[in-house]
């Protein structure tokens, strides 16, 4: 009888109930939250779901993201491993590189002053790095924190990376992808409070077509310019390059299948749980990483009125011709933000088509927030 209470007992003391805390069962709560937006509301579920799970995980058995040197065997966590490509920026890349291969570069291609409105978005970052200094953050962790602001969640690991913020790259990482999933949500009041309703139902021009010969040589253009100029992008931009020249090329057909399905979906799998894995408890519920996802949220909401504020001066300029909202697009999210553009304009003319000409800001927003993360490096010597 006694060995049976032994053994029961033993067992009790290794459930998680008798070893979580408060703050775990708080983001316990947090990561079921994440999963109902992405499965019953449909909030970017590729980015939630993975990291959602990966929150559950971490904080019921903490242990899934140990390093080696953390456990009794030597041998670290499942998602340890997994956590190392983000670190080491080989995940970030080859996000990249799937989106390169998914996206066409053609609206941007057509409508060169997108180039602008994508930059004007960028806004936000560098108005967050002051702000983040003011709170208190040193300059590289400062410059980390800011990228947040691009919602480009790839850029903002692979930044927290290169300046040796590892121990921030968590909540930096979480702060980005949840807002890249939360777009719908925190975009259109920003975007309804600084436009008005003639300037959203502002019909633009059908775009001209781009030839095949303009898509193959874009890529490989833009990769000498900016990499010549800022040479620490080259993973970023070059693999985003790569991905295009696979789809525009039309000779590596296999490539590009591959790049844009089957191993774009294994890395968001990877980086997914082992972003979420990086909140546990412990890590994450403390004051640094509440300034963070409050200065995400500012340099995105900052980011996107600056796109929309400079479409309404385009707007002026070409005498209606541009419809503001295709600004908010620049904040690189891709593609959810070109479609809040097109949602919210649709709201007020159903037959309105903004998609296709808020792509050109976004794939200009995904090029212009490398750009930023470039700067700081070359700010900082990396």
């Known amino acids: 009888m006694s060995y049976i209470l032994d053994t029961m007992g033993n067992l009790l003391h290794q459930t998680a109930f008798l070893n979580l805390t408060w703050g775990n069962y708080l983001m316990i709560a947090v990561a079921c939250i994440f999963l109902y937006l992405a499965i019953a509301r449909g909030y970017e579920p590729l980015l939630l779901v993975p990291i959602a799970f990966g929150m559950l995980l971490v904080n ?18 499942l998602l340890h491993y997994f956590y190392l490509m983000d670190e080491w920026s080989i995940l970030p890349s080859l996000i990249f590189l799937g989106v390169g291969a998914m996206t066409d570069f053609g609206p941007l291609i057509a409508n060169p002053i997108s180039f602008l409105l994508g930059a004007a978005a960028q806004f936000g970052i560098f108005g967050a790095y002051l702000l983040a200094i003011l709170m208190g953050f040193n300059d590289k962790a400062a410059a980390a924190v800011s990228i947040i602001g691009g919602a480009d969640g790839p850029t903002s690991i692979f930044l927290a990376g290169k300046l040796a913020q590892t121990g921030l790259m968590g909540p930096i990482a979480v ?19 600084l436009t008005t309703k003639k300037e959203r139902a502002i019909v633009m021009e059908n775009l001209r077509p781009v030839s095949k010969l303009e898509k193959i040589l874009f890529p490989i253009v833009v990769t000498i310019v900016v990499c010549m100029i800022l040479p620490t992008t080259a993973p970023l931009v070059g693999m985003l390059m790569l991905g295009n ?91 959810m933000a070109a479609r809040v553009s097109q949602k919210v304009g649709a709201e007020e003319d159903p037959t309105n088509f903004l998609l296709m000409h808020a792509m050109g800001p976004n794939v200009a927003g995904v090029i212009g927030t490398a750009v930023a993360a470039g700067i700081f490096m070359a700010i900082f010597g990396i």
């Open 60 to 77: 019921i058995y903490p242990d899934i993201i140990a390093s080696p040197e953390e456990t009794s065997n030597g041998i670290g966590g």
């Open 245 to 335: 020249l696979f789809r525009e090329s039309g000779v590596v057909r296999q490539l590009q299948d591959t790049a844009s399905n089957a191993l774009m979906y294994i890395v968001v799998i990877l980086l997914g749980t082992s972003v979420g894995a990086t909140t546990s408890a412990e890590a994450f519920l403390n004051i640094s990483t509440i300034k963070i996802v409050i200065l995400g949220l500012v340099a995105f909401v900052f980011g996107t009125a600056a796109g929309v504020l400079f479409g309404k001066i385009l707007c002026v300029l070409t005498k209606g011709k541009i419809n503001p909202l295709i600004g908010s697009a620049g904040v690189s999210a891709v593609p």
């Open 175 to 193: 702060a980005a992808y949840s807002y890249m999933a939360l777009v719908p949500i925190i975009q259109p009041p920003v975007m309804k409070l």
